[in-house]
């Protein structure tokens, strides 16, 4: 089965840089679509960045210029480099997949993808 673990969250000061991990097992990417996502108590789980297996990335606007999503193939591990973070960044942050052989398009909802790991948290102090 599919399991995907986050980690490299932390606490950090307004300006800094972060770097999220998830180590992915049992997903077979040839053409899929993996992304990350924030959620904050009280909020909606939203999209941060998503990556495409096959090409292309895709940003939500509060990120674009800031966060930079990667993929490292062969340690089949996703990235999200965080740079410039700011204390509305502070959330919870998850990695998720979707279904084999599907793409993303665009910033997709949460409820496009399918497996989802367990989440790390992230806190920008001012």
């Known amino acids: 089965q599919v399991q995907l673990v986050e980690s490299g969250g932390g606490s950090v000061q307004a300006g800094g840089s972060l770097r999220l991990s998830c180590a992915a097992s049992?997903?077979?990417?040839?053409?899929?679509?993996m992304g990350w996502f924030r959620q904050v108590p009280g909020k909606e789980r939203e999209a941060v960045a998503n990556?495409?297996?096959?090409?292309?990335?895709n940003y939500a606007d509060s990120v674009k210029g800031r966060f930079t999503i990667s993929l490292h193939n062969a340690k089949n591990t996703l990235y999200l480099q965080m740079d410039s973070l700011k204390p509305e960044d502070t959330a919870t942050y998850y990695c998720?997949?979707?279904?084999?052989?599907?793409?993303?398009?665009?910033?997709?909802?949460?409820?496009?993808?399918?497996?989802w790991g367990q989440g790390t948290q992230v806190t920008v102090s001012s």
């Open positions: 049992g997903y077979t990417y040839t053409n899929g679509c």
């Open positions: 998720a997949a979707r279904a084999n052989s599907l793409r993303c398009w665009s910033v997709l909802a949460p409820s496009y993808f399918i497996f």
């Open positions: 990556f495409n297996y096959d090409g292309g990335t």
